[in-house]
């Protein structure tokens, strides 16, 4: 189960930090100047997941930085083209005279294209960046217990949503039948997870088709999470939305301006309050957040904006 926390506040710029039970590595979506995101949470990020580099989703990747010296691990950098030399230029404002080789290092994996991401790998103390390969797919993470898709969306630049998605899984039901577990159970998912259904199963002395006990399991449906920040409220964009994340358990979306500044929000290619609401709706979505909300507001107006969201996106 994903268990997500805002690290910023609603007068901040937007950072979400995300964490799974019983997995000790975290995953940093943004980095806006959040004033809740400690030094442990950066000290535990695995990925930053960044959408694009406008000053407000970008400005404290320094501080993180400063954090993640001496962790001595690879840390993964995902975000739209560019994103490499960005980081390596911010890197390299510092000076690194008394930083050793394998305290720390980046890996970069920078979105070209729908189905094509650019790997860099960059180390101190030079913070030279290498091309180490292309990935020719549009997962851009994956491990045991998740992967991570995304789609670029229009911002007037490129901006990348993410979608997190627990991998489904097998579940036995003994109850269903009259046996006792053992190895077999684990030969049964097997045949179930590869489909080879005609594989032979052994369960106390007796020989099954595997097909013949598949009425045992179920499939677990994994958790999904989106994150989806700055974009045009066009139907272009809203496409590519209800593409990806169509029936997500839950969603963080962009309402940056309230819907009397629905102008202000086509102009700067940002979403608004009813726009936001109404997509998560279309999209089935079961719990939708709205978040990164224009500093321009008072607190009265972002809970307006809320309340505009929220409208929208129950009727």
């Known amino acids: 189960m994903f268990l997500p926390e805002l690290k910023s ?20 979506c943004e980095c806006g100047d959040a004033s ?3 030094v442990k949470d950066c000290q535990n990020a695995e990925v930053i997941f960044i959408s694009h580099t406008h000053i407000d989703h970008f400005v404290n990747f320094d ?22 030399a960005q980081v390596q230029s911010k890197i390299k404002a510092y000076t690194w005279n ?29 913070w030279e960046l290498r ?25 007037k630049i490129p901006s990348i949503a993410y979608l997190f998605r627990e991998i489904d899984t097998v579940k036995i039901d003994l109850s269903k039948g009259s046996f006792r577990g053992g190895s077999w159970v684990r030969e049964l998912k097997m ?44 139907t272009e964009n809203h496409a590519k939305i209800k593409a990806l994340f169509s029936a997500c358990n839950k969603v963080f979306i962009e309402s940056f301006y309230k819907l009397e500044d629905k102008e202000f929000a086509e ?11 109404r997509i998560m709706r279309e999209c089935d979505v079961k719990e939708a957040i709205p978040v990164h909300f224009s500093r321009k507001y008072k607190l009265e107006d972002v809970k307006l ?9 129950s009727h």
């Open 191 to 234: 045949a179930f997870e590869q489909k080879t259904p005609e594989n032979e199963v052994v369960v106390e002395g007796v020989t099954y088709a595997a097909e013949d006990l598949f009425y045992l399991l179920e499939v677990k449906k994994g958790a999904s999470l989106g994150v989806i920040m700055d974009h045009a409220p066009s």
């Open 305 to 313: 904006l809320i309340q505009e969201f929220e409208e929208a996106y």
């Open 267 to 277: 102009i700067n290619f940002h979403s608004y309050s009813q726009a936001s609401g």
């Open 131 to 155: 091309k180490t390969g292309i990935i020719q797919e549009n997962t851009i993470l994956k491990n045991d217990r998740f992967q991570v898709n995304f789609t670029i969306l229009d911002h």
């Open 63 to 84: 501080t993180i930085l400063r954090h993640q010296i001496g962790i001595e691990k690879k840390v993964v950098i995902c975000g739209p083209m560019g994103i490499a």
């Open 36 to 38: 809740w995101l400690s």
């Open 98 to 126: 008394l930083i050793e080789v394998g305290s720390m290092a980046y890996e970069i994996r920078e979105i070209i294209s729908p189905q094509e991401i650019h790997l860099y790998e960059i180390e101190p103390p030079k």
């Open 9 to 28: 506040q609603a007068n901040e710029d937007i950072c979400l930090l995300i964490k799974l039970d019983n997995h000790t590595p975290y995953y940093i």
